[in-house]
């Protein structure tokens, strides 16, 4: 019997907004908020064996993802990889892994709620995203399934490519976002894409600093 | 803007990255024997390399691993990407003349805007 | 008005579009292709504003950005008005209002002329002498007269309210960009862009083609066609290529290292309000990381200085031809042309075939080309050798030029004859443009043959083409273009063949033969000689010989010292004129002389477009808890951490910040209280060497901490001056979840990272950061336990079962949480971490259930008064990177007898055991009403001494504490340990010191019973 009555509500950091998209489906922008999501530090060797048997994915090489219908894995570093989830997996995945992983000088953390996805697609995807990155975005230069760890503007994340440019609605791409800097890139990203003709979403401000 | 080629992740820009300080400076293991002025070396004291200069680099946004790079402070140039606990690797860099001068060209000092006639010469 | 010097069936603007705009409030009319320059021309206009210092009368004097002068000021609402806007570069709109710069009451009676009259009582460097240097002003100062100063020099105006245009700035990354899209650079373009590389390319003005846009029509052929349809066939061929991005009204402006180049493109400048297309930026930076450069940016003709050249109606030559051809327009009536070189004579015939009329030829040259001298002959145009303009009249335009001829050593020889004119088009040579070579460091070449610089060696992957790199004659530019086209592709790992390029037939004249001149005689003594170099600066030749004879020799001194080439045009058509006449003054040459720094930007850009998107609302994250958006609606006063915002206090309606803040803390200590403590920095540290890494980075022991428990831990840098500090909590004995302060966050995590793999690599341990996993809420007082208990399941929440400095794991609604007993105020607390994503909710059944109990949301105000009346430290309030733990008096946290840790070597040095250090005291008012000002001094007298002041330390801390209802303070206090109970004076600013005595910093220990 809980001590709270009430049901617990979950809020992702974007609960406030809502999917924006530019005419002509040039451009979406939405978020994935409940991903489960695990970082899993430890090299190779030892992380390789334990997440192909509880997600059947294969470690990715440096730069890159793998990805199922259920999972994505994306490379961080060497000896860090970001595992990606069905919502409200996250706990079985670390039961899982924990088990596989016994004993093993690996560490295996529950991120599902420091980060939440933005997902960005359409023809003007990359456009958009080069307002705001270093990164070449060029179809040569980024291309399906690679990551990145980066900048966009002043917020830090992660990116990758989900879908193929020659998919049909064109290519999508997930940025994965700290929960404090979501609402920042969201806006960001509405502004950038302005020429495309996205309506604008603006940053949440006007905070009172004094009386 | 530098571009930084990460040894994990790749080309990067400059942005992404985290300078770290003079690289080799090895923390010592028995400072409890060291004298002040040794301690003092080690805590405060760092080259000043006008040149050709081993830094420590992070990038902070990405891969999050230090590693070392060999820059001439003078003209920017980047020679080398290495990894922590490699030796710097030996390369042939176009290093100031004199203590107190440029490089002979990309350094950008009043002294090396316009080619001298040897230059012309040799060209 | 009726464009009177507009030409029928001549130029590239579109003459079924009139456009019309307003010049000094007077209506002109043009056309859709003109520059406010060219409509003004076409209008029989010539004098735009007034010069810098002299406020002399200033003209048109090129026909794009290589003007020094000709600037208006663009609209007159404080927030868009746009200052320092070139003539010749901007494009006219309906609506455009553009004004004279620098001159009141008006463009032609202007009372800051005076200056002009009191001349020669302004010489080079006269600030400096007068008012810096001088005994005579000695008493006065630089400051006193800088504010007139300023007020009668300078240019436009600019905007006083924040503007209303939006910008933004975009990353690129290409194969090949070219910079310039004349003949070069669309050969260039055009070839790179068969490899199927990304190319760029960037033209300056609205149209592709460069300077075949100012060339007669007739005259060449490319391939057959003629130079307006060679263009289009190029243009189309650019298009074809899906990886070609060409962008027209942008400029280069700055090229950085590793090929990172800045380009501004003007989107909207051109077009009337209405047509705007509000989605777009006014103007955008692109930042473009190019694999290779190509450089096509053309050459910059360069005048002659002779005496009084700087009235308007003085025209560089091809800018006469580029009027001509490319708006139709003849700038002048009566043209009369003085050269030191063939290019310029094609002025002439281009003016005279289009039935201007031609005043004649003045060319300083002995031997003349005597081709060009024949036509010029057929033309029935005059011609003057070994002759030189040596004054002019006019007072708001010339109307004639006097000429004496030269003798053989290039003396005027003879009398003055005064030849009618009302436009002199004048060439002293041409200079490759080399600003983007010379920004990249690529070293210059002086040539010899056309006096100027070059592109020598280059230092970035680059290559120059065409004028810009000393290359005129258009067959062989085409040919450097393919060239440079073909190998910056190739270069950039693309594989293309060459293909034949086309013949050119042209009857311009593509010679030089140039005589070089830097100063005209003008017959005169130098101080009555005004031939200026500089048009923007008001620097005179005489200026450049004067500073010479001072002893400015180095080129930048004498910059500096004169002003030649600052300003808004940085010398653009007249630092070489500049470095030929020290180079004559000094007997060197010019190299010897060298050439100033080429500076990015290139031209000016405006501030907003290099910020860009990231203004206002955009500046920067805003970091939000999860409980963020309850503490808006509670109408919280936040204060910045960081990029953190935090609620600092909510004040109720009517409530001063001061009250809210006493009736925060007091209802924590009474009641219950609640505050956001999401923003700690937390980490999850796991591997088997988990407590030999923590026994490192502490300055205390972690060996025998158990599982379940927590410690507070001070974190050192190697010179041992606390730089963090937290409490890490042991959760399995190879686990451990560490707190760092709000702002230390990122650079603890960092420097954790730099000793595991940099120094400790033999060490088993991971790191993760976790701060945002996680929100937190903090319930501390006498009721919380009852609070907290509503909400969480799974735990006894008893003091005695769960003791302070333990966590455990319970639920809430079911959700896991983790629940720390620690404390940062003195009080019996509970820290509940909450996945992220349930915090708001967590936080709302807290208060909910707080309610019935008193509980009281505070902020990080009451949190700083909580912990200074319990005598905790605040790094960075109390510490500033010099203070040890012995100096905070908090030895206890420091093992000695554990081994190695971070700084620990640095406890000993001789200065951090000095016995006359500042320590941290507590500090009791004798008034205890009083509240001292934080970083206040403190002294040893109750009156203030004379100068220097002897200072025993300052506070760092100080609050009116509502529990212990008096104020406190906490202090840096040199010896503080040993002055227990002593009194010191806290100095005040105009006020008398205030008495205080020093006594231990727990206020709610012993403290305020020590001290009464």
């Known amino acids: ?135 070449d975005l060029h179809p040569r230069g980024f291309t399906p399934d690679q990551v990145a760890g980066t900048t966009f503007g002043h917020a830090s994340g992660w990116l990758v490519q989900t879908v193929d440019d020659g998919a049909e609605g064109g290519p999508s791409f997930d940025i994965l976002v700290r929960w404090s800097h979501a609402d920042y890139l969201f806006c960001e990203l509405t502004h950038g894409a302005r020429a495309f003709g996205m309506p604008e979403a603006k940053p949440v401000s006007g905070e009172l600093m004094e009386i | 803007m530098f571009v930084i080629d990460c040894p994990n992740c790749g080309s990067r820009d400059q942005s992404e990255f985290t300078y770290a300080g003079e690289a080799h400076i090895a923390r010592p293991t028995e400072s409890e024997n060291m004298t002040d002025a040794e301690w003092a070396e080690f805590v405060f004291m760092r080259t000043n390399t006008k040149g050709l200069f081993a830094e420590r680099w992070w990038h902070a946004t990405g891969c999050r691993k230090f590693f070392n790079m060999l820059r001439n402070t003078a003209t920017d140039e980047i020679h080398a990407v290495y990894r922590i606990g490699e030796k710097p690797p030996k390369v042939t860099a176009n290093l100031p003349l004199t203590p107190a001068g440029e490089s002979s060209i990309g350094s950008g000092n009043d002294a090396v805007k316009i080619m001298t006639r040897d230059e012309e010469n040799a060209s | 008005m009726s464009q009177p010097n507009r030409l029928p069936g001549r130029g590239l603007v579109n003459r079924d579009r009139p456009v019309s705009f307003t010049f000094d409030g007077r209506e002109i009319a043009g056309y859709e292709g ?36 000709a600037m208006v000021q663009i609209g007159s609402d404080p927030a868009s008005t746009d200052p320092n806007v070139m003539v010749t570069t901007r494009e006219i709109h309906a609506g455009l209002e553009a004004r004279p710069q620098n001159c ?20 080079a460097g006269f600030y400096y002498k007068t008012f810096m240097g001088s005994d005579r002003f000695r008493w006065l100062n630089w400051m006193t007269f800088e504010p007139f100063i300023r007020r009668a020099a300078g240019l436009g105006k600019s905007p006083t309210k924040p503007d209303p245009d939006t910008y933004e700035s975009v990353n690129r990354h290409c194969d090949v960009l070219v910079i310039g899209a004349g003949p070069a650079g669309l050969t260039a373009a055009a070839n790179a862009a068969r490899s199927g590389a990304r190319v760029i390319l960037v033209e300056e003005s609205e149209r592709l083609g460069g300077s075949l846009n100012a060339t007669d029509p007739e005259g060449t052929t490319i391939g057959g066609k003629a130079p307006a349809d060679w263009i289009a066939a190029q243009t189309a061929k650019l298009a074809e290529h899906p990886e070609v991005t060409v962008l027209t009204r942008t400029t280069a402006f700055g090229y950085y290292a590793m090929n990172f180049v800045g380009l501004i493109e003007r989107v909207s400048d051109h077009l009337p309000e209405h047509r705007r297309d509000r989605r777009q930026p006014r103007q955008r930076v692109w930042r473009v990381r190019a694999k290779q450069v190509v450089l096509a940016t053309g050459a910059i003709e360069r005048p002659l200085v002779f005496h009084e050249n700087d009235r308007p109606g003085i025209m560089l030559a091809g800018a006469a031809r580029s009027f001509l051809h490319r708006y139709g327009v003849l700038a002048g009536k009566r043209v009369l042309v003085f050269a030191n070189n063939d290019s310029a004579w094609q002025t002439a015939f281009d003016i005279r075939a289009a039935g201007g009329e031609v005043a004649g030829i003045v060319d300083m040259r002995r031997e003349l080309n005597e081709a060009l001298a024949l036509r010029a002959l057929k033309a029935g145009i005059a011609v003057y050798p070994r002759t030189a303009i040596v004054g002019t009249h006019g007072r708001h335009r010339i109307d004639s030029a006097f000429v004496s001829s030269l003798d053989d050593s290039g003396n005027v020889r003879g009398s003055r004859s005064r030849i009618e004119c009302d436009l002199i088009a004048v060439s ?18 002086w040539d010899a043959e056309m006096a100027s610089f070059r592109p020598g060696l280059s230092w970035q992957q680059e290559r120059s083409a065409g004028a810009c790199n000393g290359t005129f004659e258009l067959q062989e530019v085409l040919a450097e273009g393919s060239k440079a086209g073909l190998e910056a592709a190739r270069a950039a790992d693309f594989t293309v063949r060459a293909v034949k390029q086309p013949e050119v037939e042209t009857s311009v004249v593509q010679s030089l033969n140039l005589v070089p001149v830097w100063q005209v005689p003008s017959g005169q003594p130098r101080e009555k000689t005004k031939a200026f170099v500089d048009l923007q600066d008001d620097v005179k030749a005489s200026d450049l010989q004067l500073a010479t004879e001072e002893g400015y020799d180095s080129v930048e001194h004498a910059k500096r010292y004169t002003t030649q080439g600052m300003g808004t045009d940085q010398g653009k058509i007249s630092n070489v004129n500049a470095f030929g006449i020290m180079a004559e003054a000094r007997g060197i040459t010019v190299p010897e002389v060298g050439t100033t720094t080429f500076r990015q930007p290139w031209r000016p850009v405006t501030i907003g477009a290099l910020g860009g998107q990231h203004v206002g609302a955009h500046f920067m994250p805003r970091r939000g808890t999860p409980m963020h958006a309850w503490h808006r609606e509670q109408k919280a006063i936040f204060e910045p951490v960081g990029d953190w915002l935090r609620a600092r206090a909510y004040p109720k309606p009517g409530e001063s910040f001061h009250d809210a803040v006493q009736r925060e803390a007091k209802a924590a200590r009474t009641t219950a209280g609640i505050l956001d403590a999401t923003t700690l920095g937390k980490i999850d540290i796991r591997g088997k060497d988990a407590r030999t890494f923590l026994n490192r980075v502490y300055t205390n022991a972690w060996s025998k901490l158990a599982p379940g428990r927590c410690r507070y831990g001070l974190m050192l840098g190697e010179d041992g001056m606390v730089s963090d500090d937290g409490v890490t909590a042991c959760i399995a004995d190879d686990h451990f979840h560490m707190t760092t302060t709000t702002g230390g966050a990122a650079s603890v995590l960092q420097k954790l990272e730099d000793y595991l793999q940099t120094e400790w690599p033999e060490l088993d341990v991971w790191l993760t950061t976790v701060t945002e996993q996680w929100a937190v809420a903090a319930v501390c007082g006498p009721k919380a336990e009852e609070i907290v208990a509503a909400v969480v399941d799974g735990i006894d929440l008893d003091p005695e079962e769960f003791p302070f400095m333990t966590w455990q794991d319970g639920t809430a609604g079911g959700i896991p949480v983790r629940v720390f007993r620690v404390s940062f105020t003195g009080e019996t607390s509970y820290e509940i971490n909450i996945p992220a994503t349930y915090g708001r909710w967590l936080w709302e059944e807290l208060v909910a259930a707080g309610k019935p109990h008193g509980l009281t949301p505070y902020g990080t105000e009451a949190m700083h008064l909580l912990r200074a009346e319990k005598g905790f430290i605040i790094v960075g309030q109390e510490t500033d990177g010099t203070v040890t733990p012995g100096d905070l008096r908090m030895d206890w946290a420091v093992a000695k007898k554990k081994g190695d840790f971070i700084g620990k070597r640095s406890l000993s040095r001789s200065d951090t055991i000095r016995d006359d250090r500042k320590q941290l005291v507590g500090l009791l008012t004798n008034d205890g009403d009083h ?10 007298t109750p009156e203030e001494p004379a100068p220097p002041v002897p200072m025993l330390g300052h506070v760092t801390s100080a609050y009116f504490s509502p529990n212990l209802g008096r104020s406190i303070a906490m202090a840096m206090v040199k010896r503080g340990g040993q002055r227990m109970g002593e009194t010191v004076w806290i100095a005040r600013r105009g006020d008398k010191p205030v008495p205080a005595k020093i006594v231990h910093y727990d206020f709610l220990g012993d403290a305020v019973g020590e001290g009464a």
């Open chain 1, 1 to 135: 019997m809980n001590a709270v009555k009430n049901t617990p509500v979950r809020r992702s950091p974007l609960a406030h907004r809502t999917a924006m998209s530019a005419p002509d489906d040039v451009l979406h922008l939405s978020e994935r908020a409940f991903d489960a999501k695990i970082v899993l530090r430890g090299l190779p060797e030892a992380l390789g064996p334990a997440v192909a048997k509880v997600t059947g994915l294969e470690l990715p090489s440096a730069t890159r993802s793998t990805a199922s219908e259920t999972h994505r894995l994306l490379w961080q570093s060497p000896d860090e990889f970001l595992l990606l989830g069905p919502m409200d997996s996250e706990s079985a995945l670390m039961s899982a892994l924990a088990v596989e992983l016994e004993g093993q000088h690996v560490q295996t953390v529950n991120v599902t709620d420091y980060h939440t996805t933005l997902v960005l697609s359409g023809p003007r995807a990359r456009e958009t995203l080069m307002t705001l990155s270093t990164l």
């Open chain 3, 34 to 69: 003109d520059t406010i320059a060219s409509a003004l021309l076409a209008n029989g206009e010539i004098m735009v504003g007034r010069s810098f210092k002299y406020h002399r009368p200033r003209g048109i004097v090129g026909a794009g950005s290589d003007d020094p002068a």
């Open chain 3, 104 to 123: 009141w009451p008006s463009l032609k009676y202007d009372v800051g002329v005076l200056n002009d009259v009191f001349m020669r009582f302004f010489p």
């Open chain 3, 931 to 940: 509240v001292p000002m934080e970083g206040a001094q403190i002294i040893g």
């Open chain 3, 428 to 445: 002293g040579g041409w200079n490759p443009n080399v600003a983007l070579f010379a920004q990249s460091r690529g070293k210059l070449k």
